[in-house]
């Protein structure tokens, strides 16, 4: 197998060798410099998602709590009345397990 030929020296190469040479650094170097800065937006990209994620994650909770206890009293003050009240009970309790159910496949964490 044989050696591939080492790249001449700079100071070996013509002029127009050098210019396009000077073209691949200022290539490169910006090419460096995007890839920084892309990391950068990333990461205050995603630290940004993972923030208002974790906040909706909490007003979800905070709400479902908040419905699951106001049903709770509701229902120990004997203020119902009748069938009607019964069925929009158990709808309301199902929609807040309907909405625990979902935040729980969001966050399986929880």
């Known amino acids: 197998m044989t050696t591939p030929a080492r790249p001449p020296m700079p100071e070996t190469l ?7 040479l000077g073209y691949v650094e200022t290539l ?4 460096s410099s995007g890839t920084a800065q892309f990391e950068t937006l990333e990461k205050r ?17 905070s709400l479902i709590a ?6 709770d009293a509701w229902l120990a003050s004997g203020s119902h009345s009748g069938d ?6 158990a709808e ?3 929609l807040l397990e309907q909405a ?5 496949a969001v966050s399986p964490t929880m």
């Open 84 to 89: 009607t009240a019964s069925t929009e009970i």
């Open 45 to 61: 990209s995603t630290d940004m998602i993972e923030n208002r994620q974790a906040a909706l994650e909490g007003s979800l909770k």
């Open 14 to 20: 013509s002029p127009l060798e050098r210019e396009l």
């Open 28 to 31: 490169m170097n910006a090419l």
């Open 100 to 104: 625990e159910a979902m935040l729980e």
């Open 66 to 71: 908040s419905q699951a206890t106001f049903m």
């Open 92 to 94: 309301a309790f199902a």
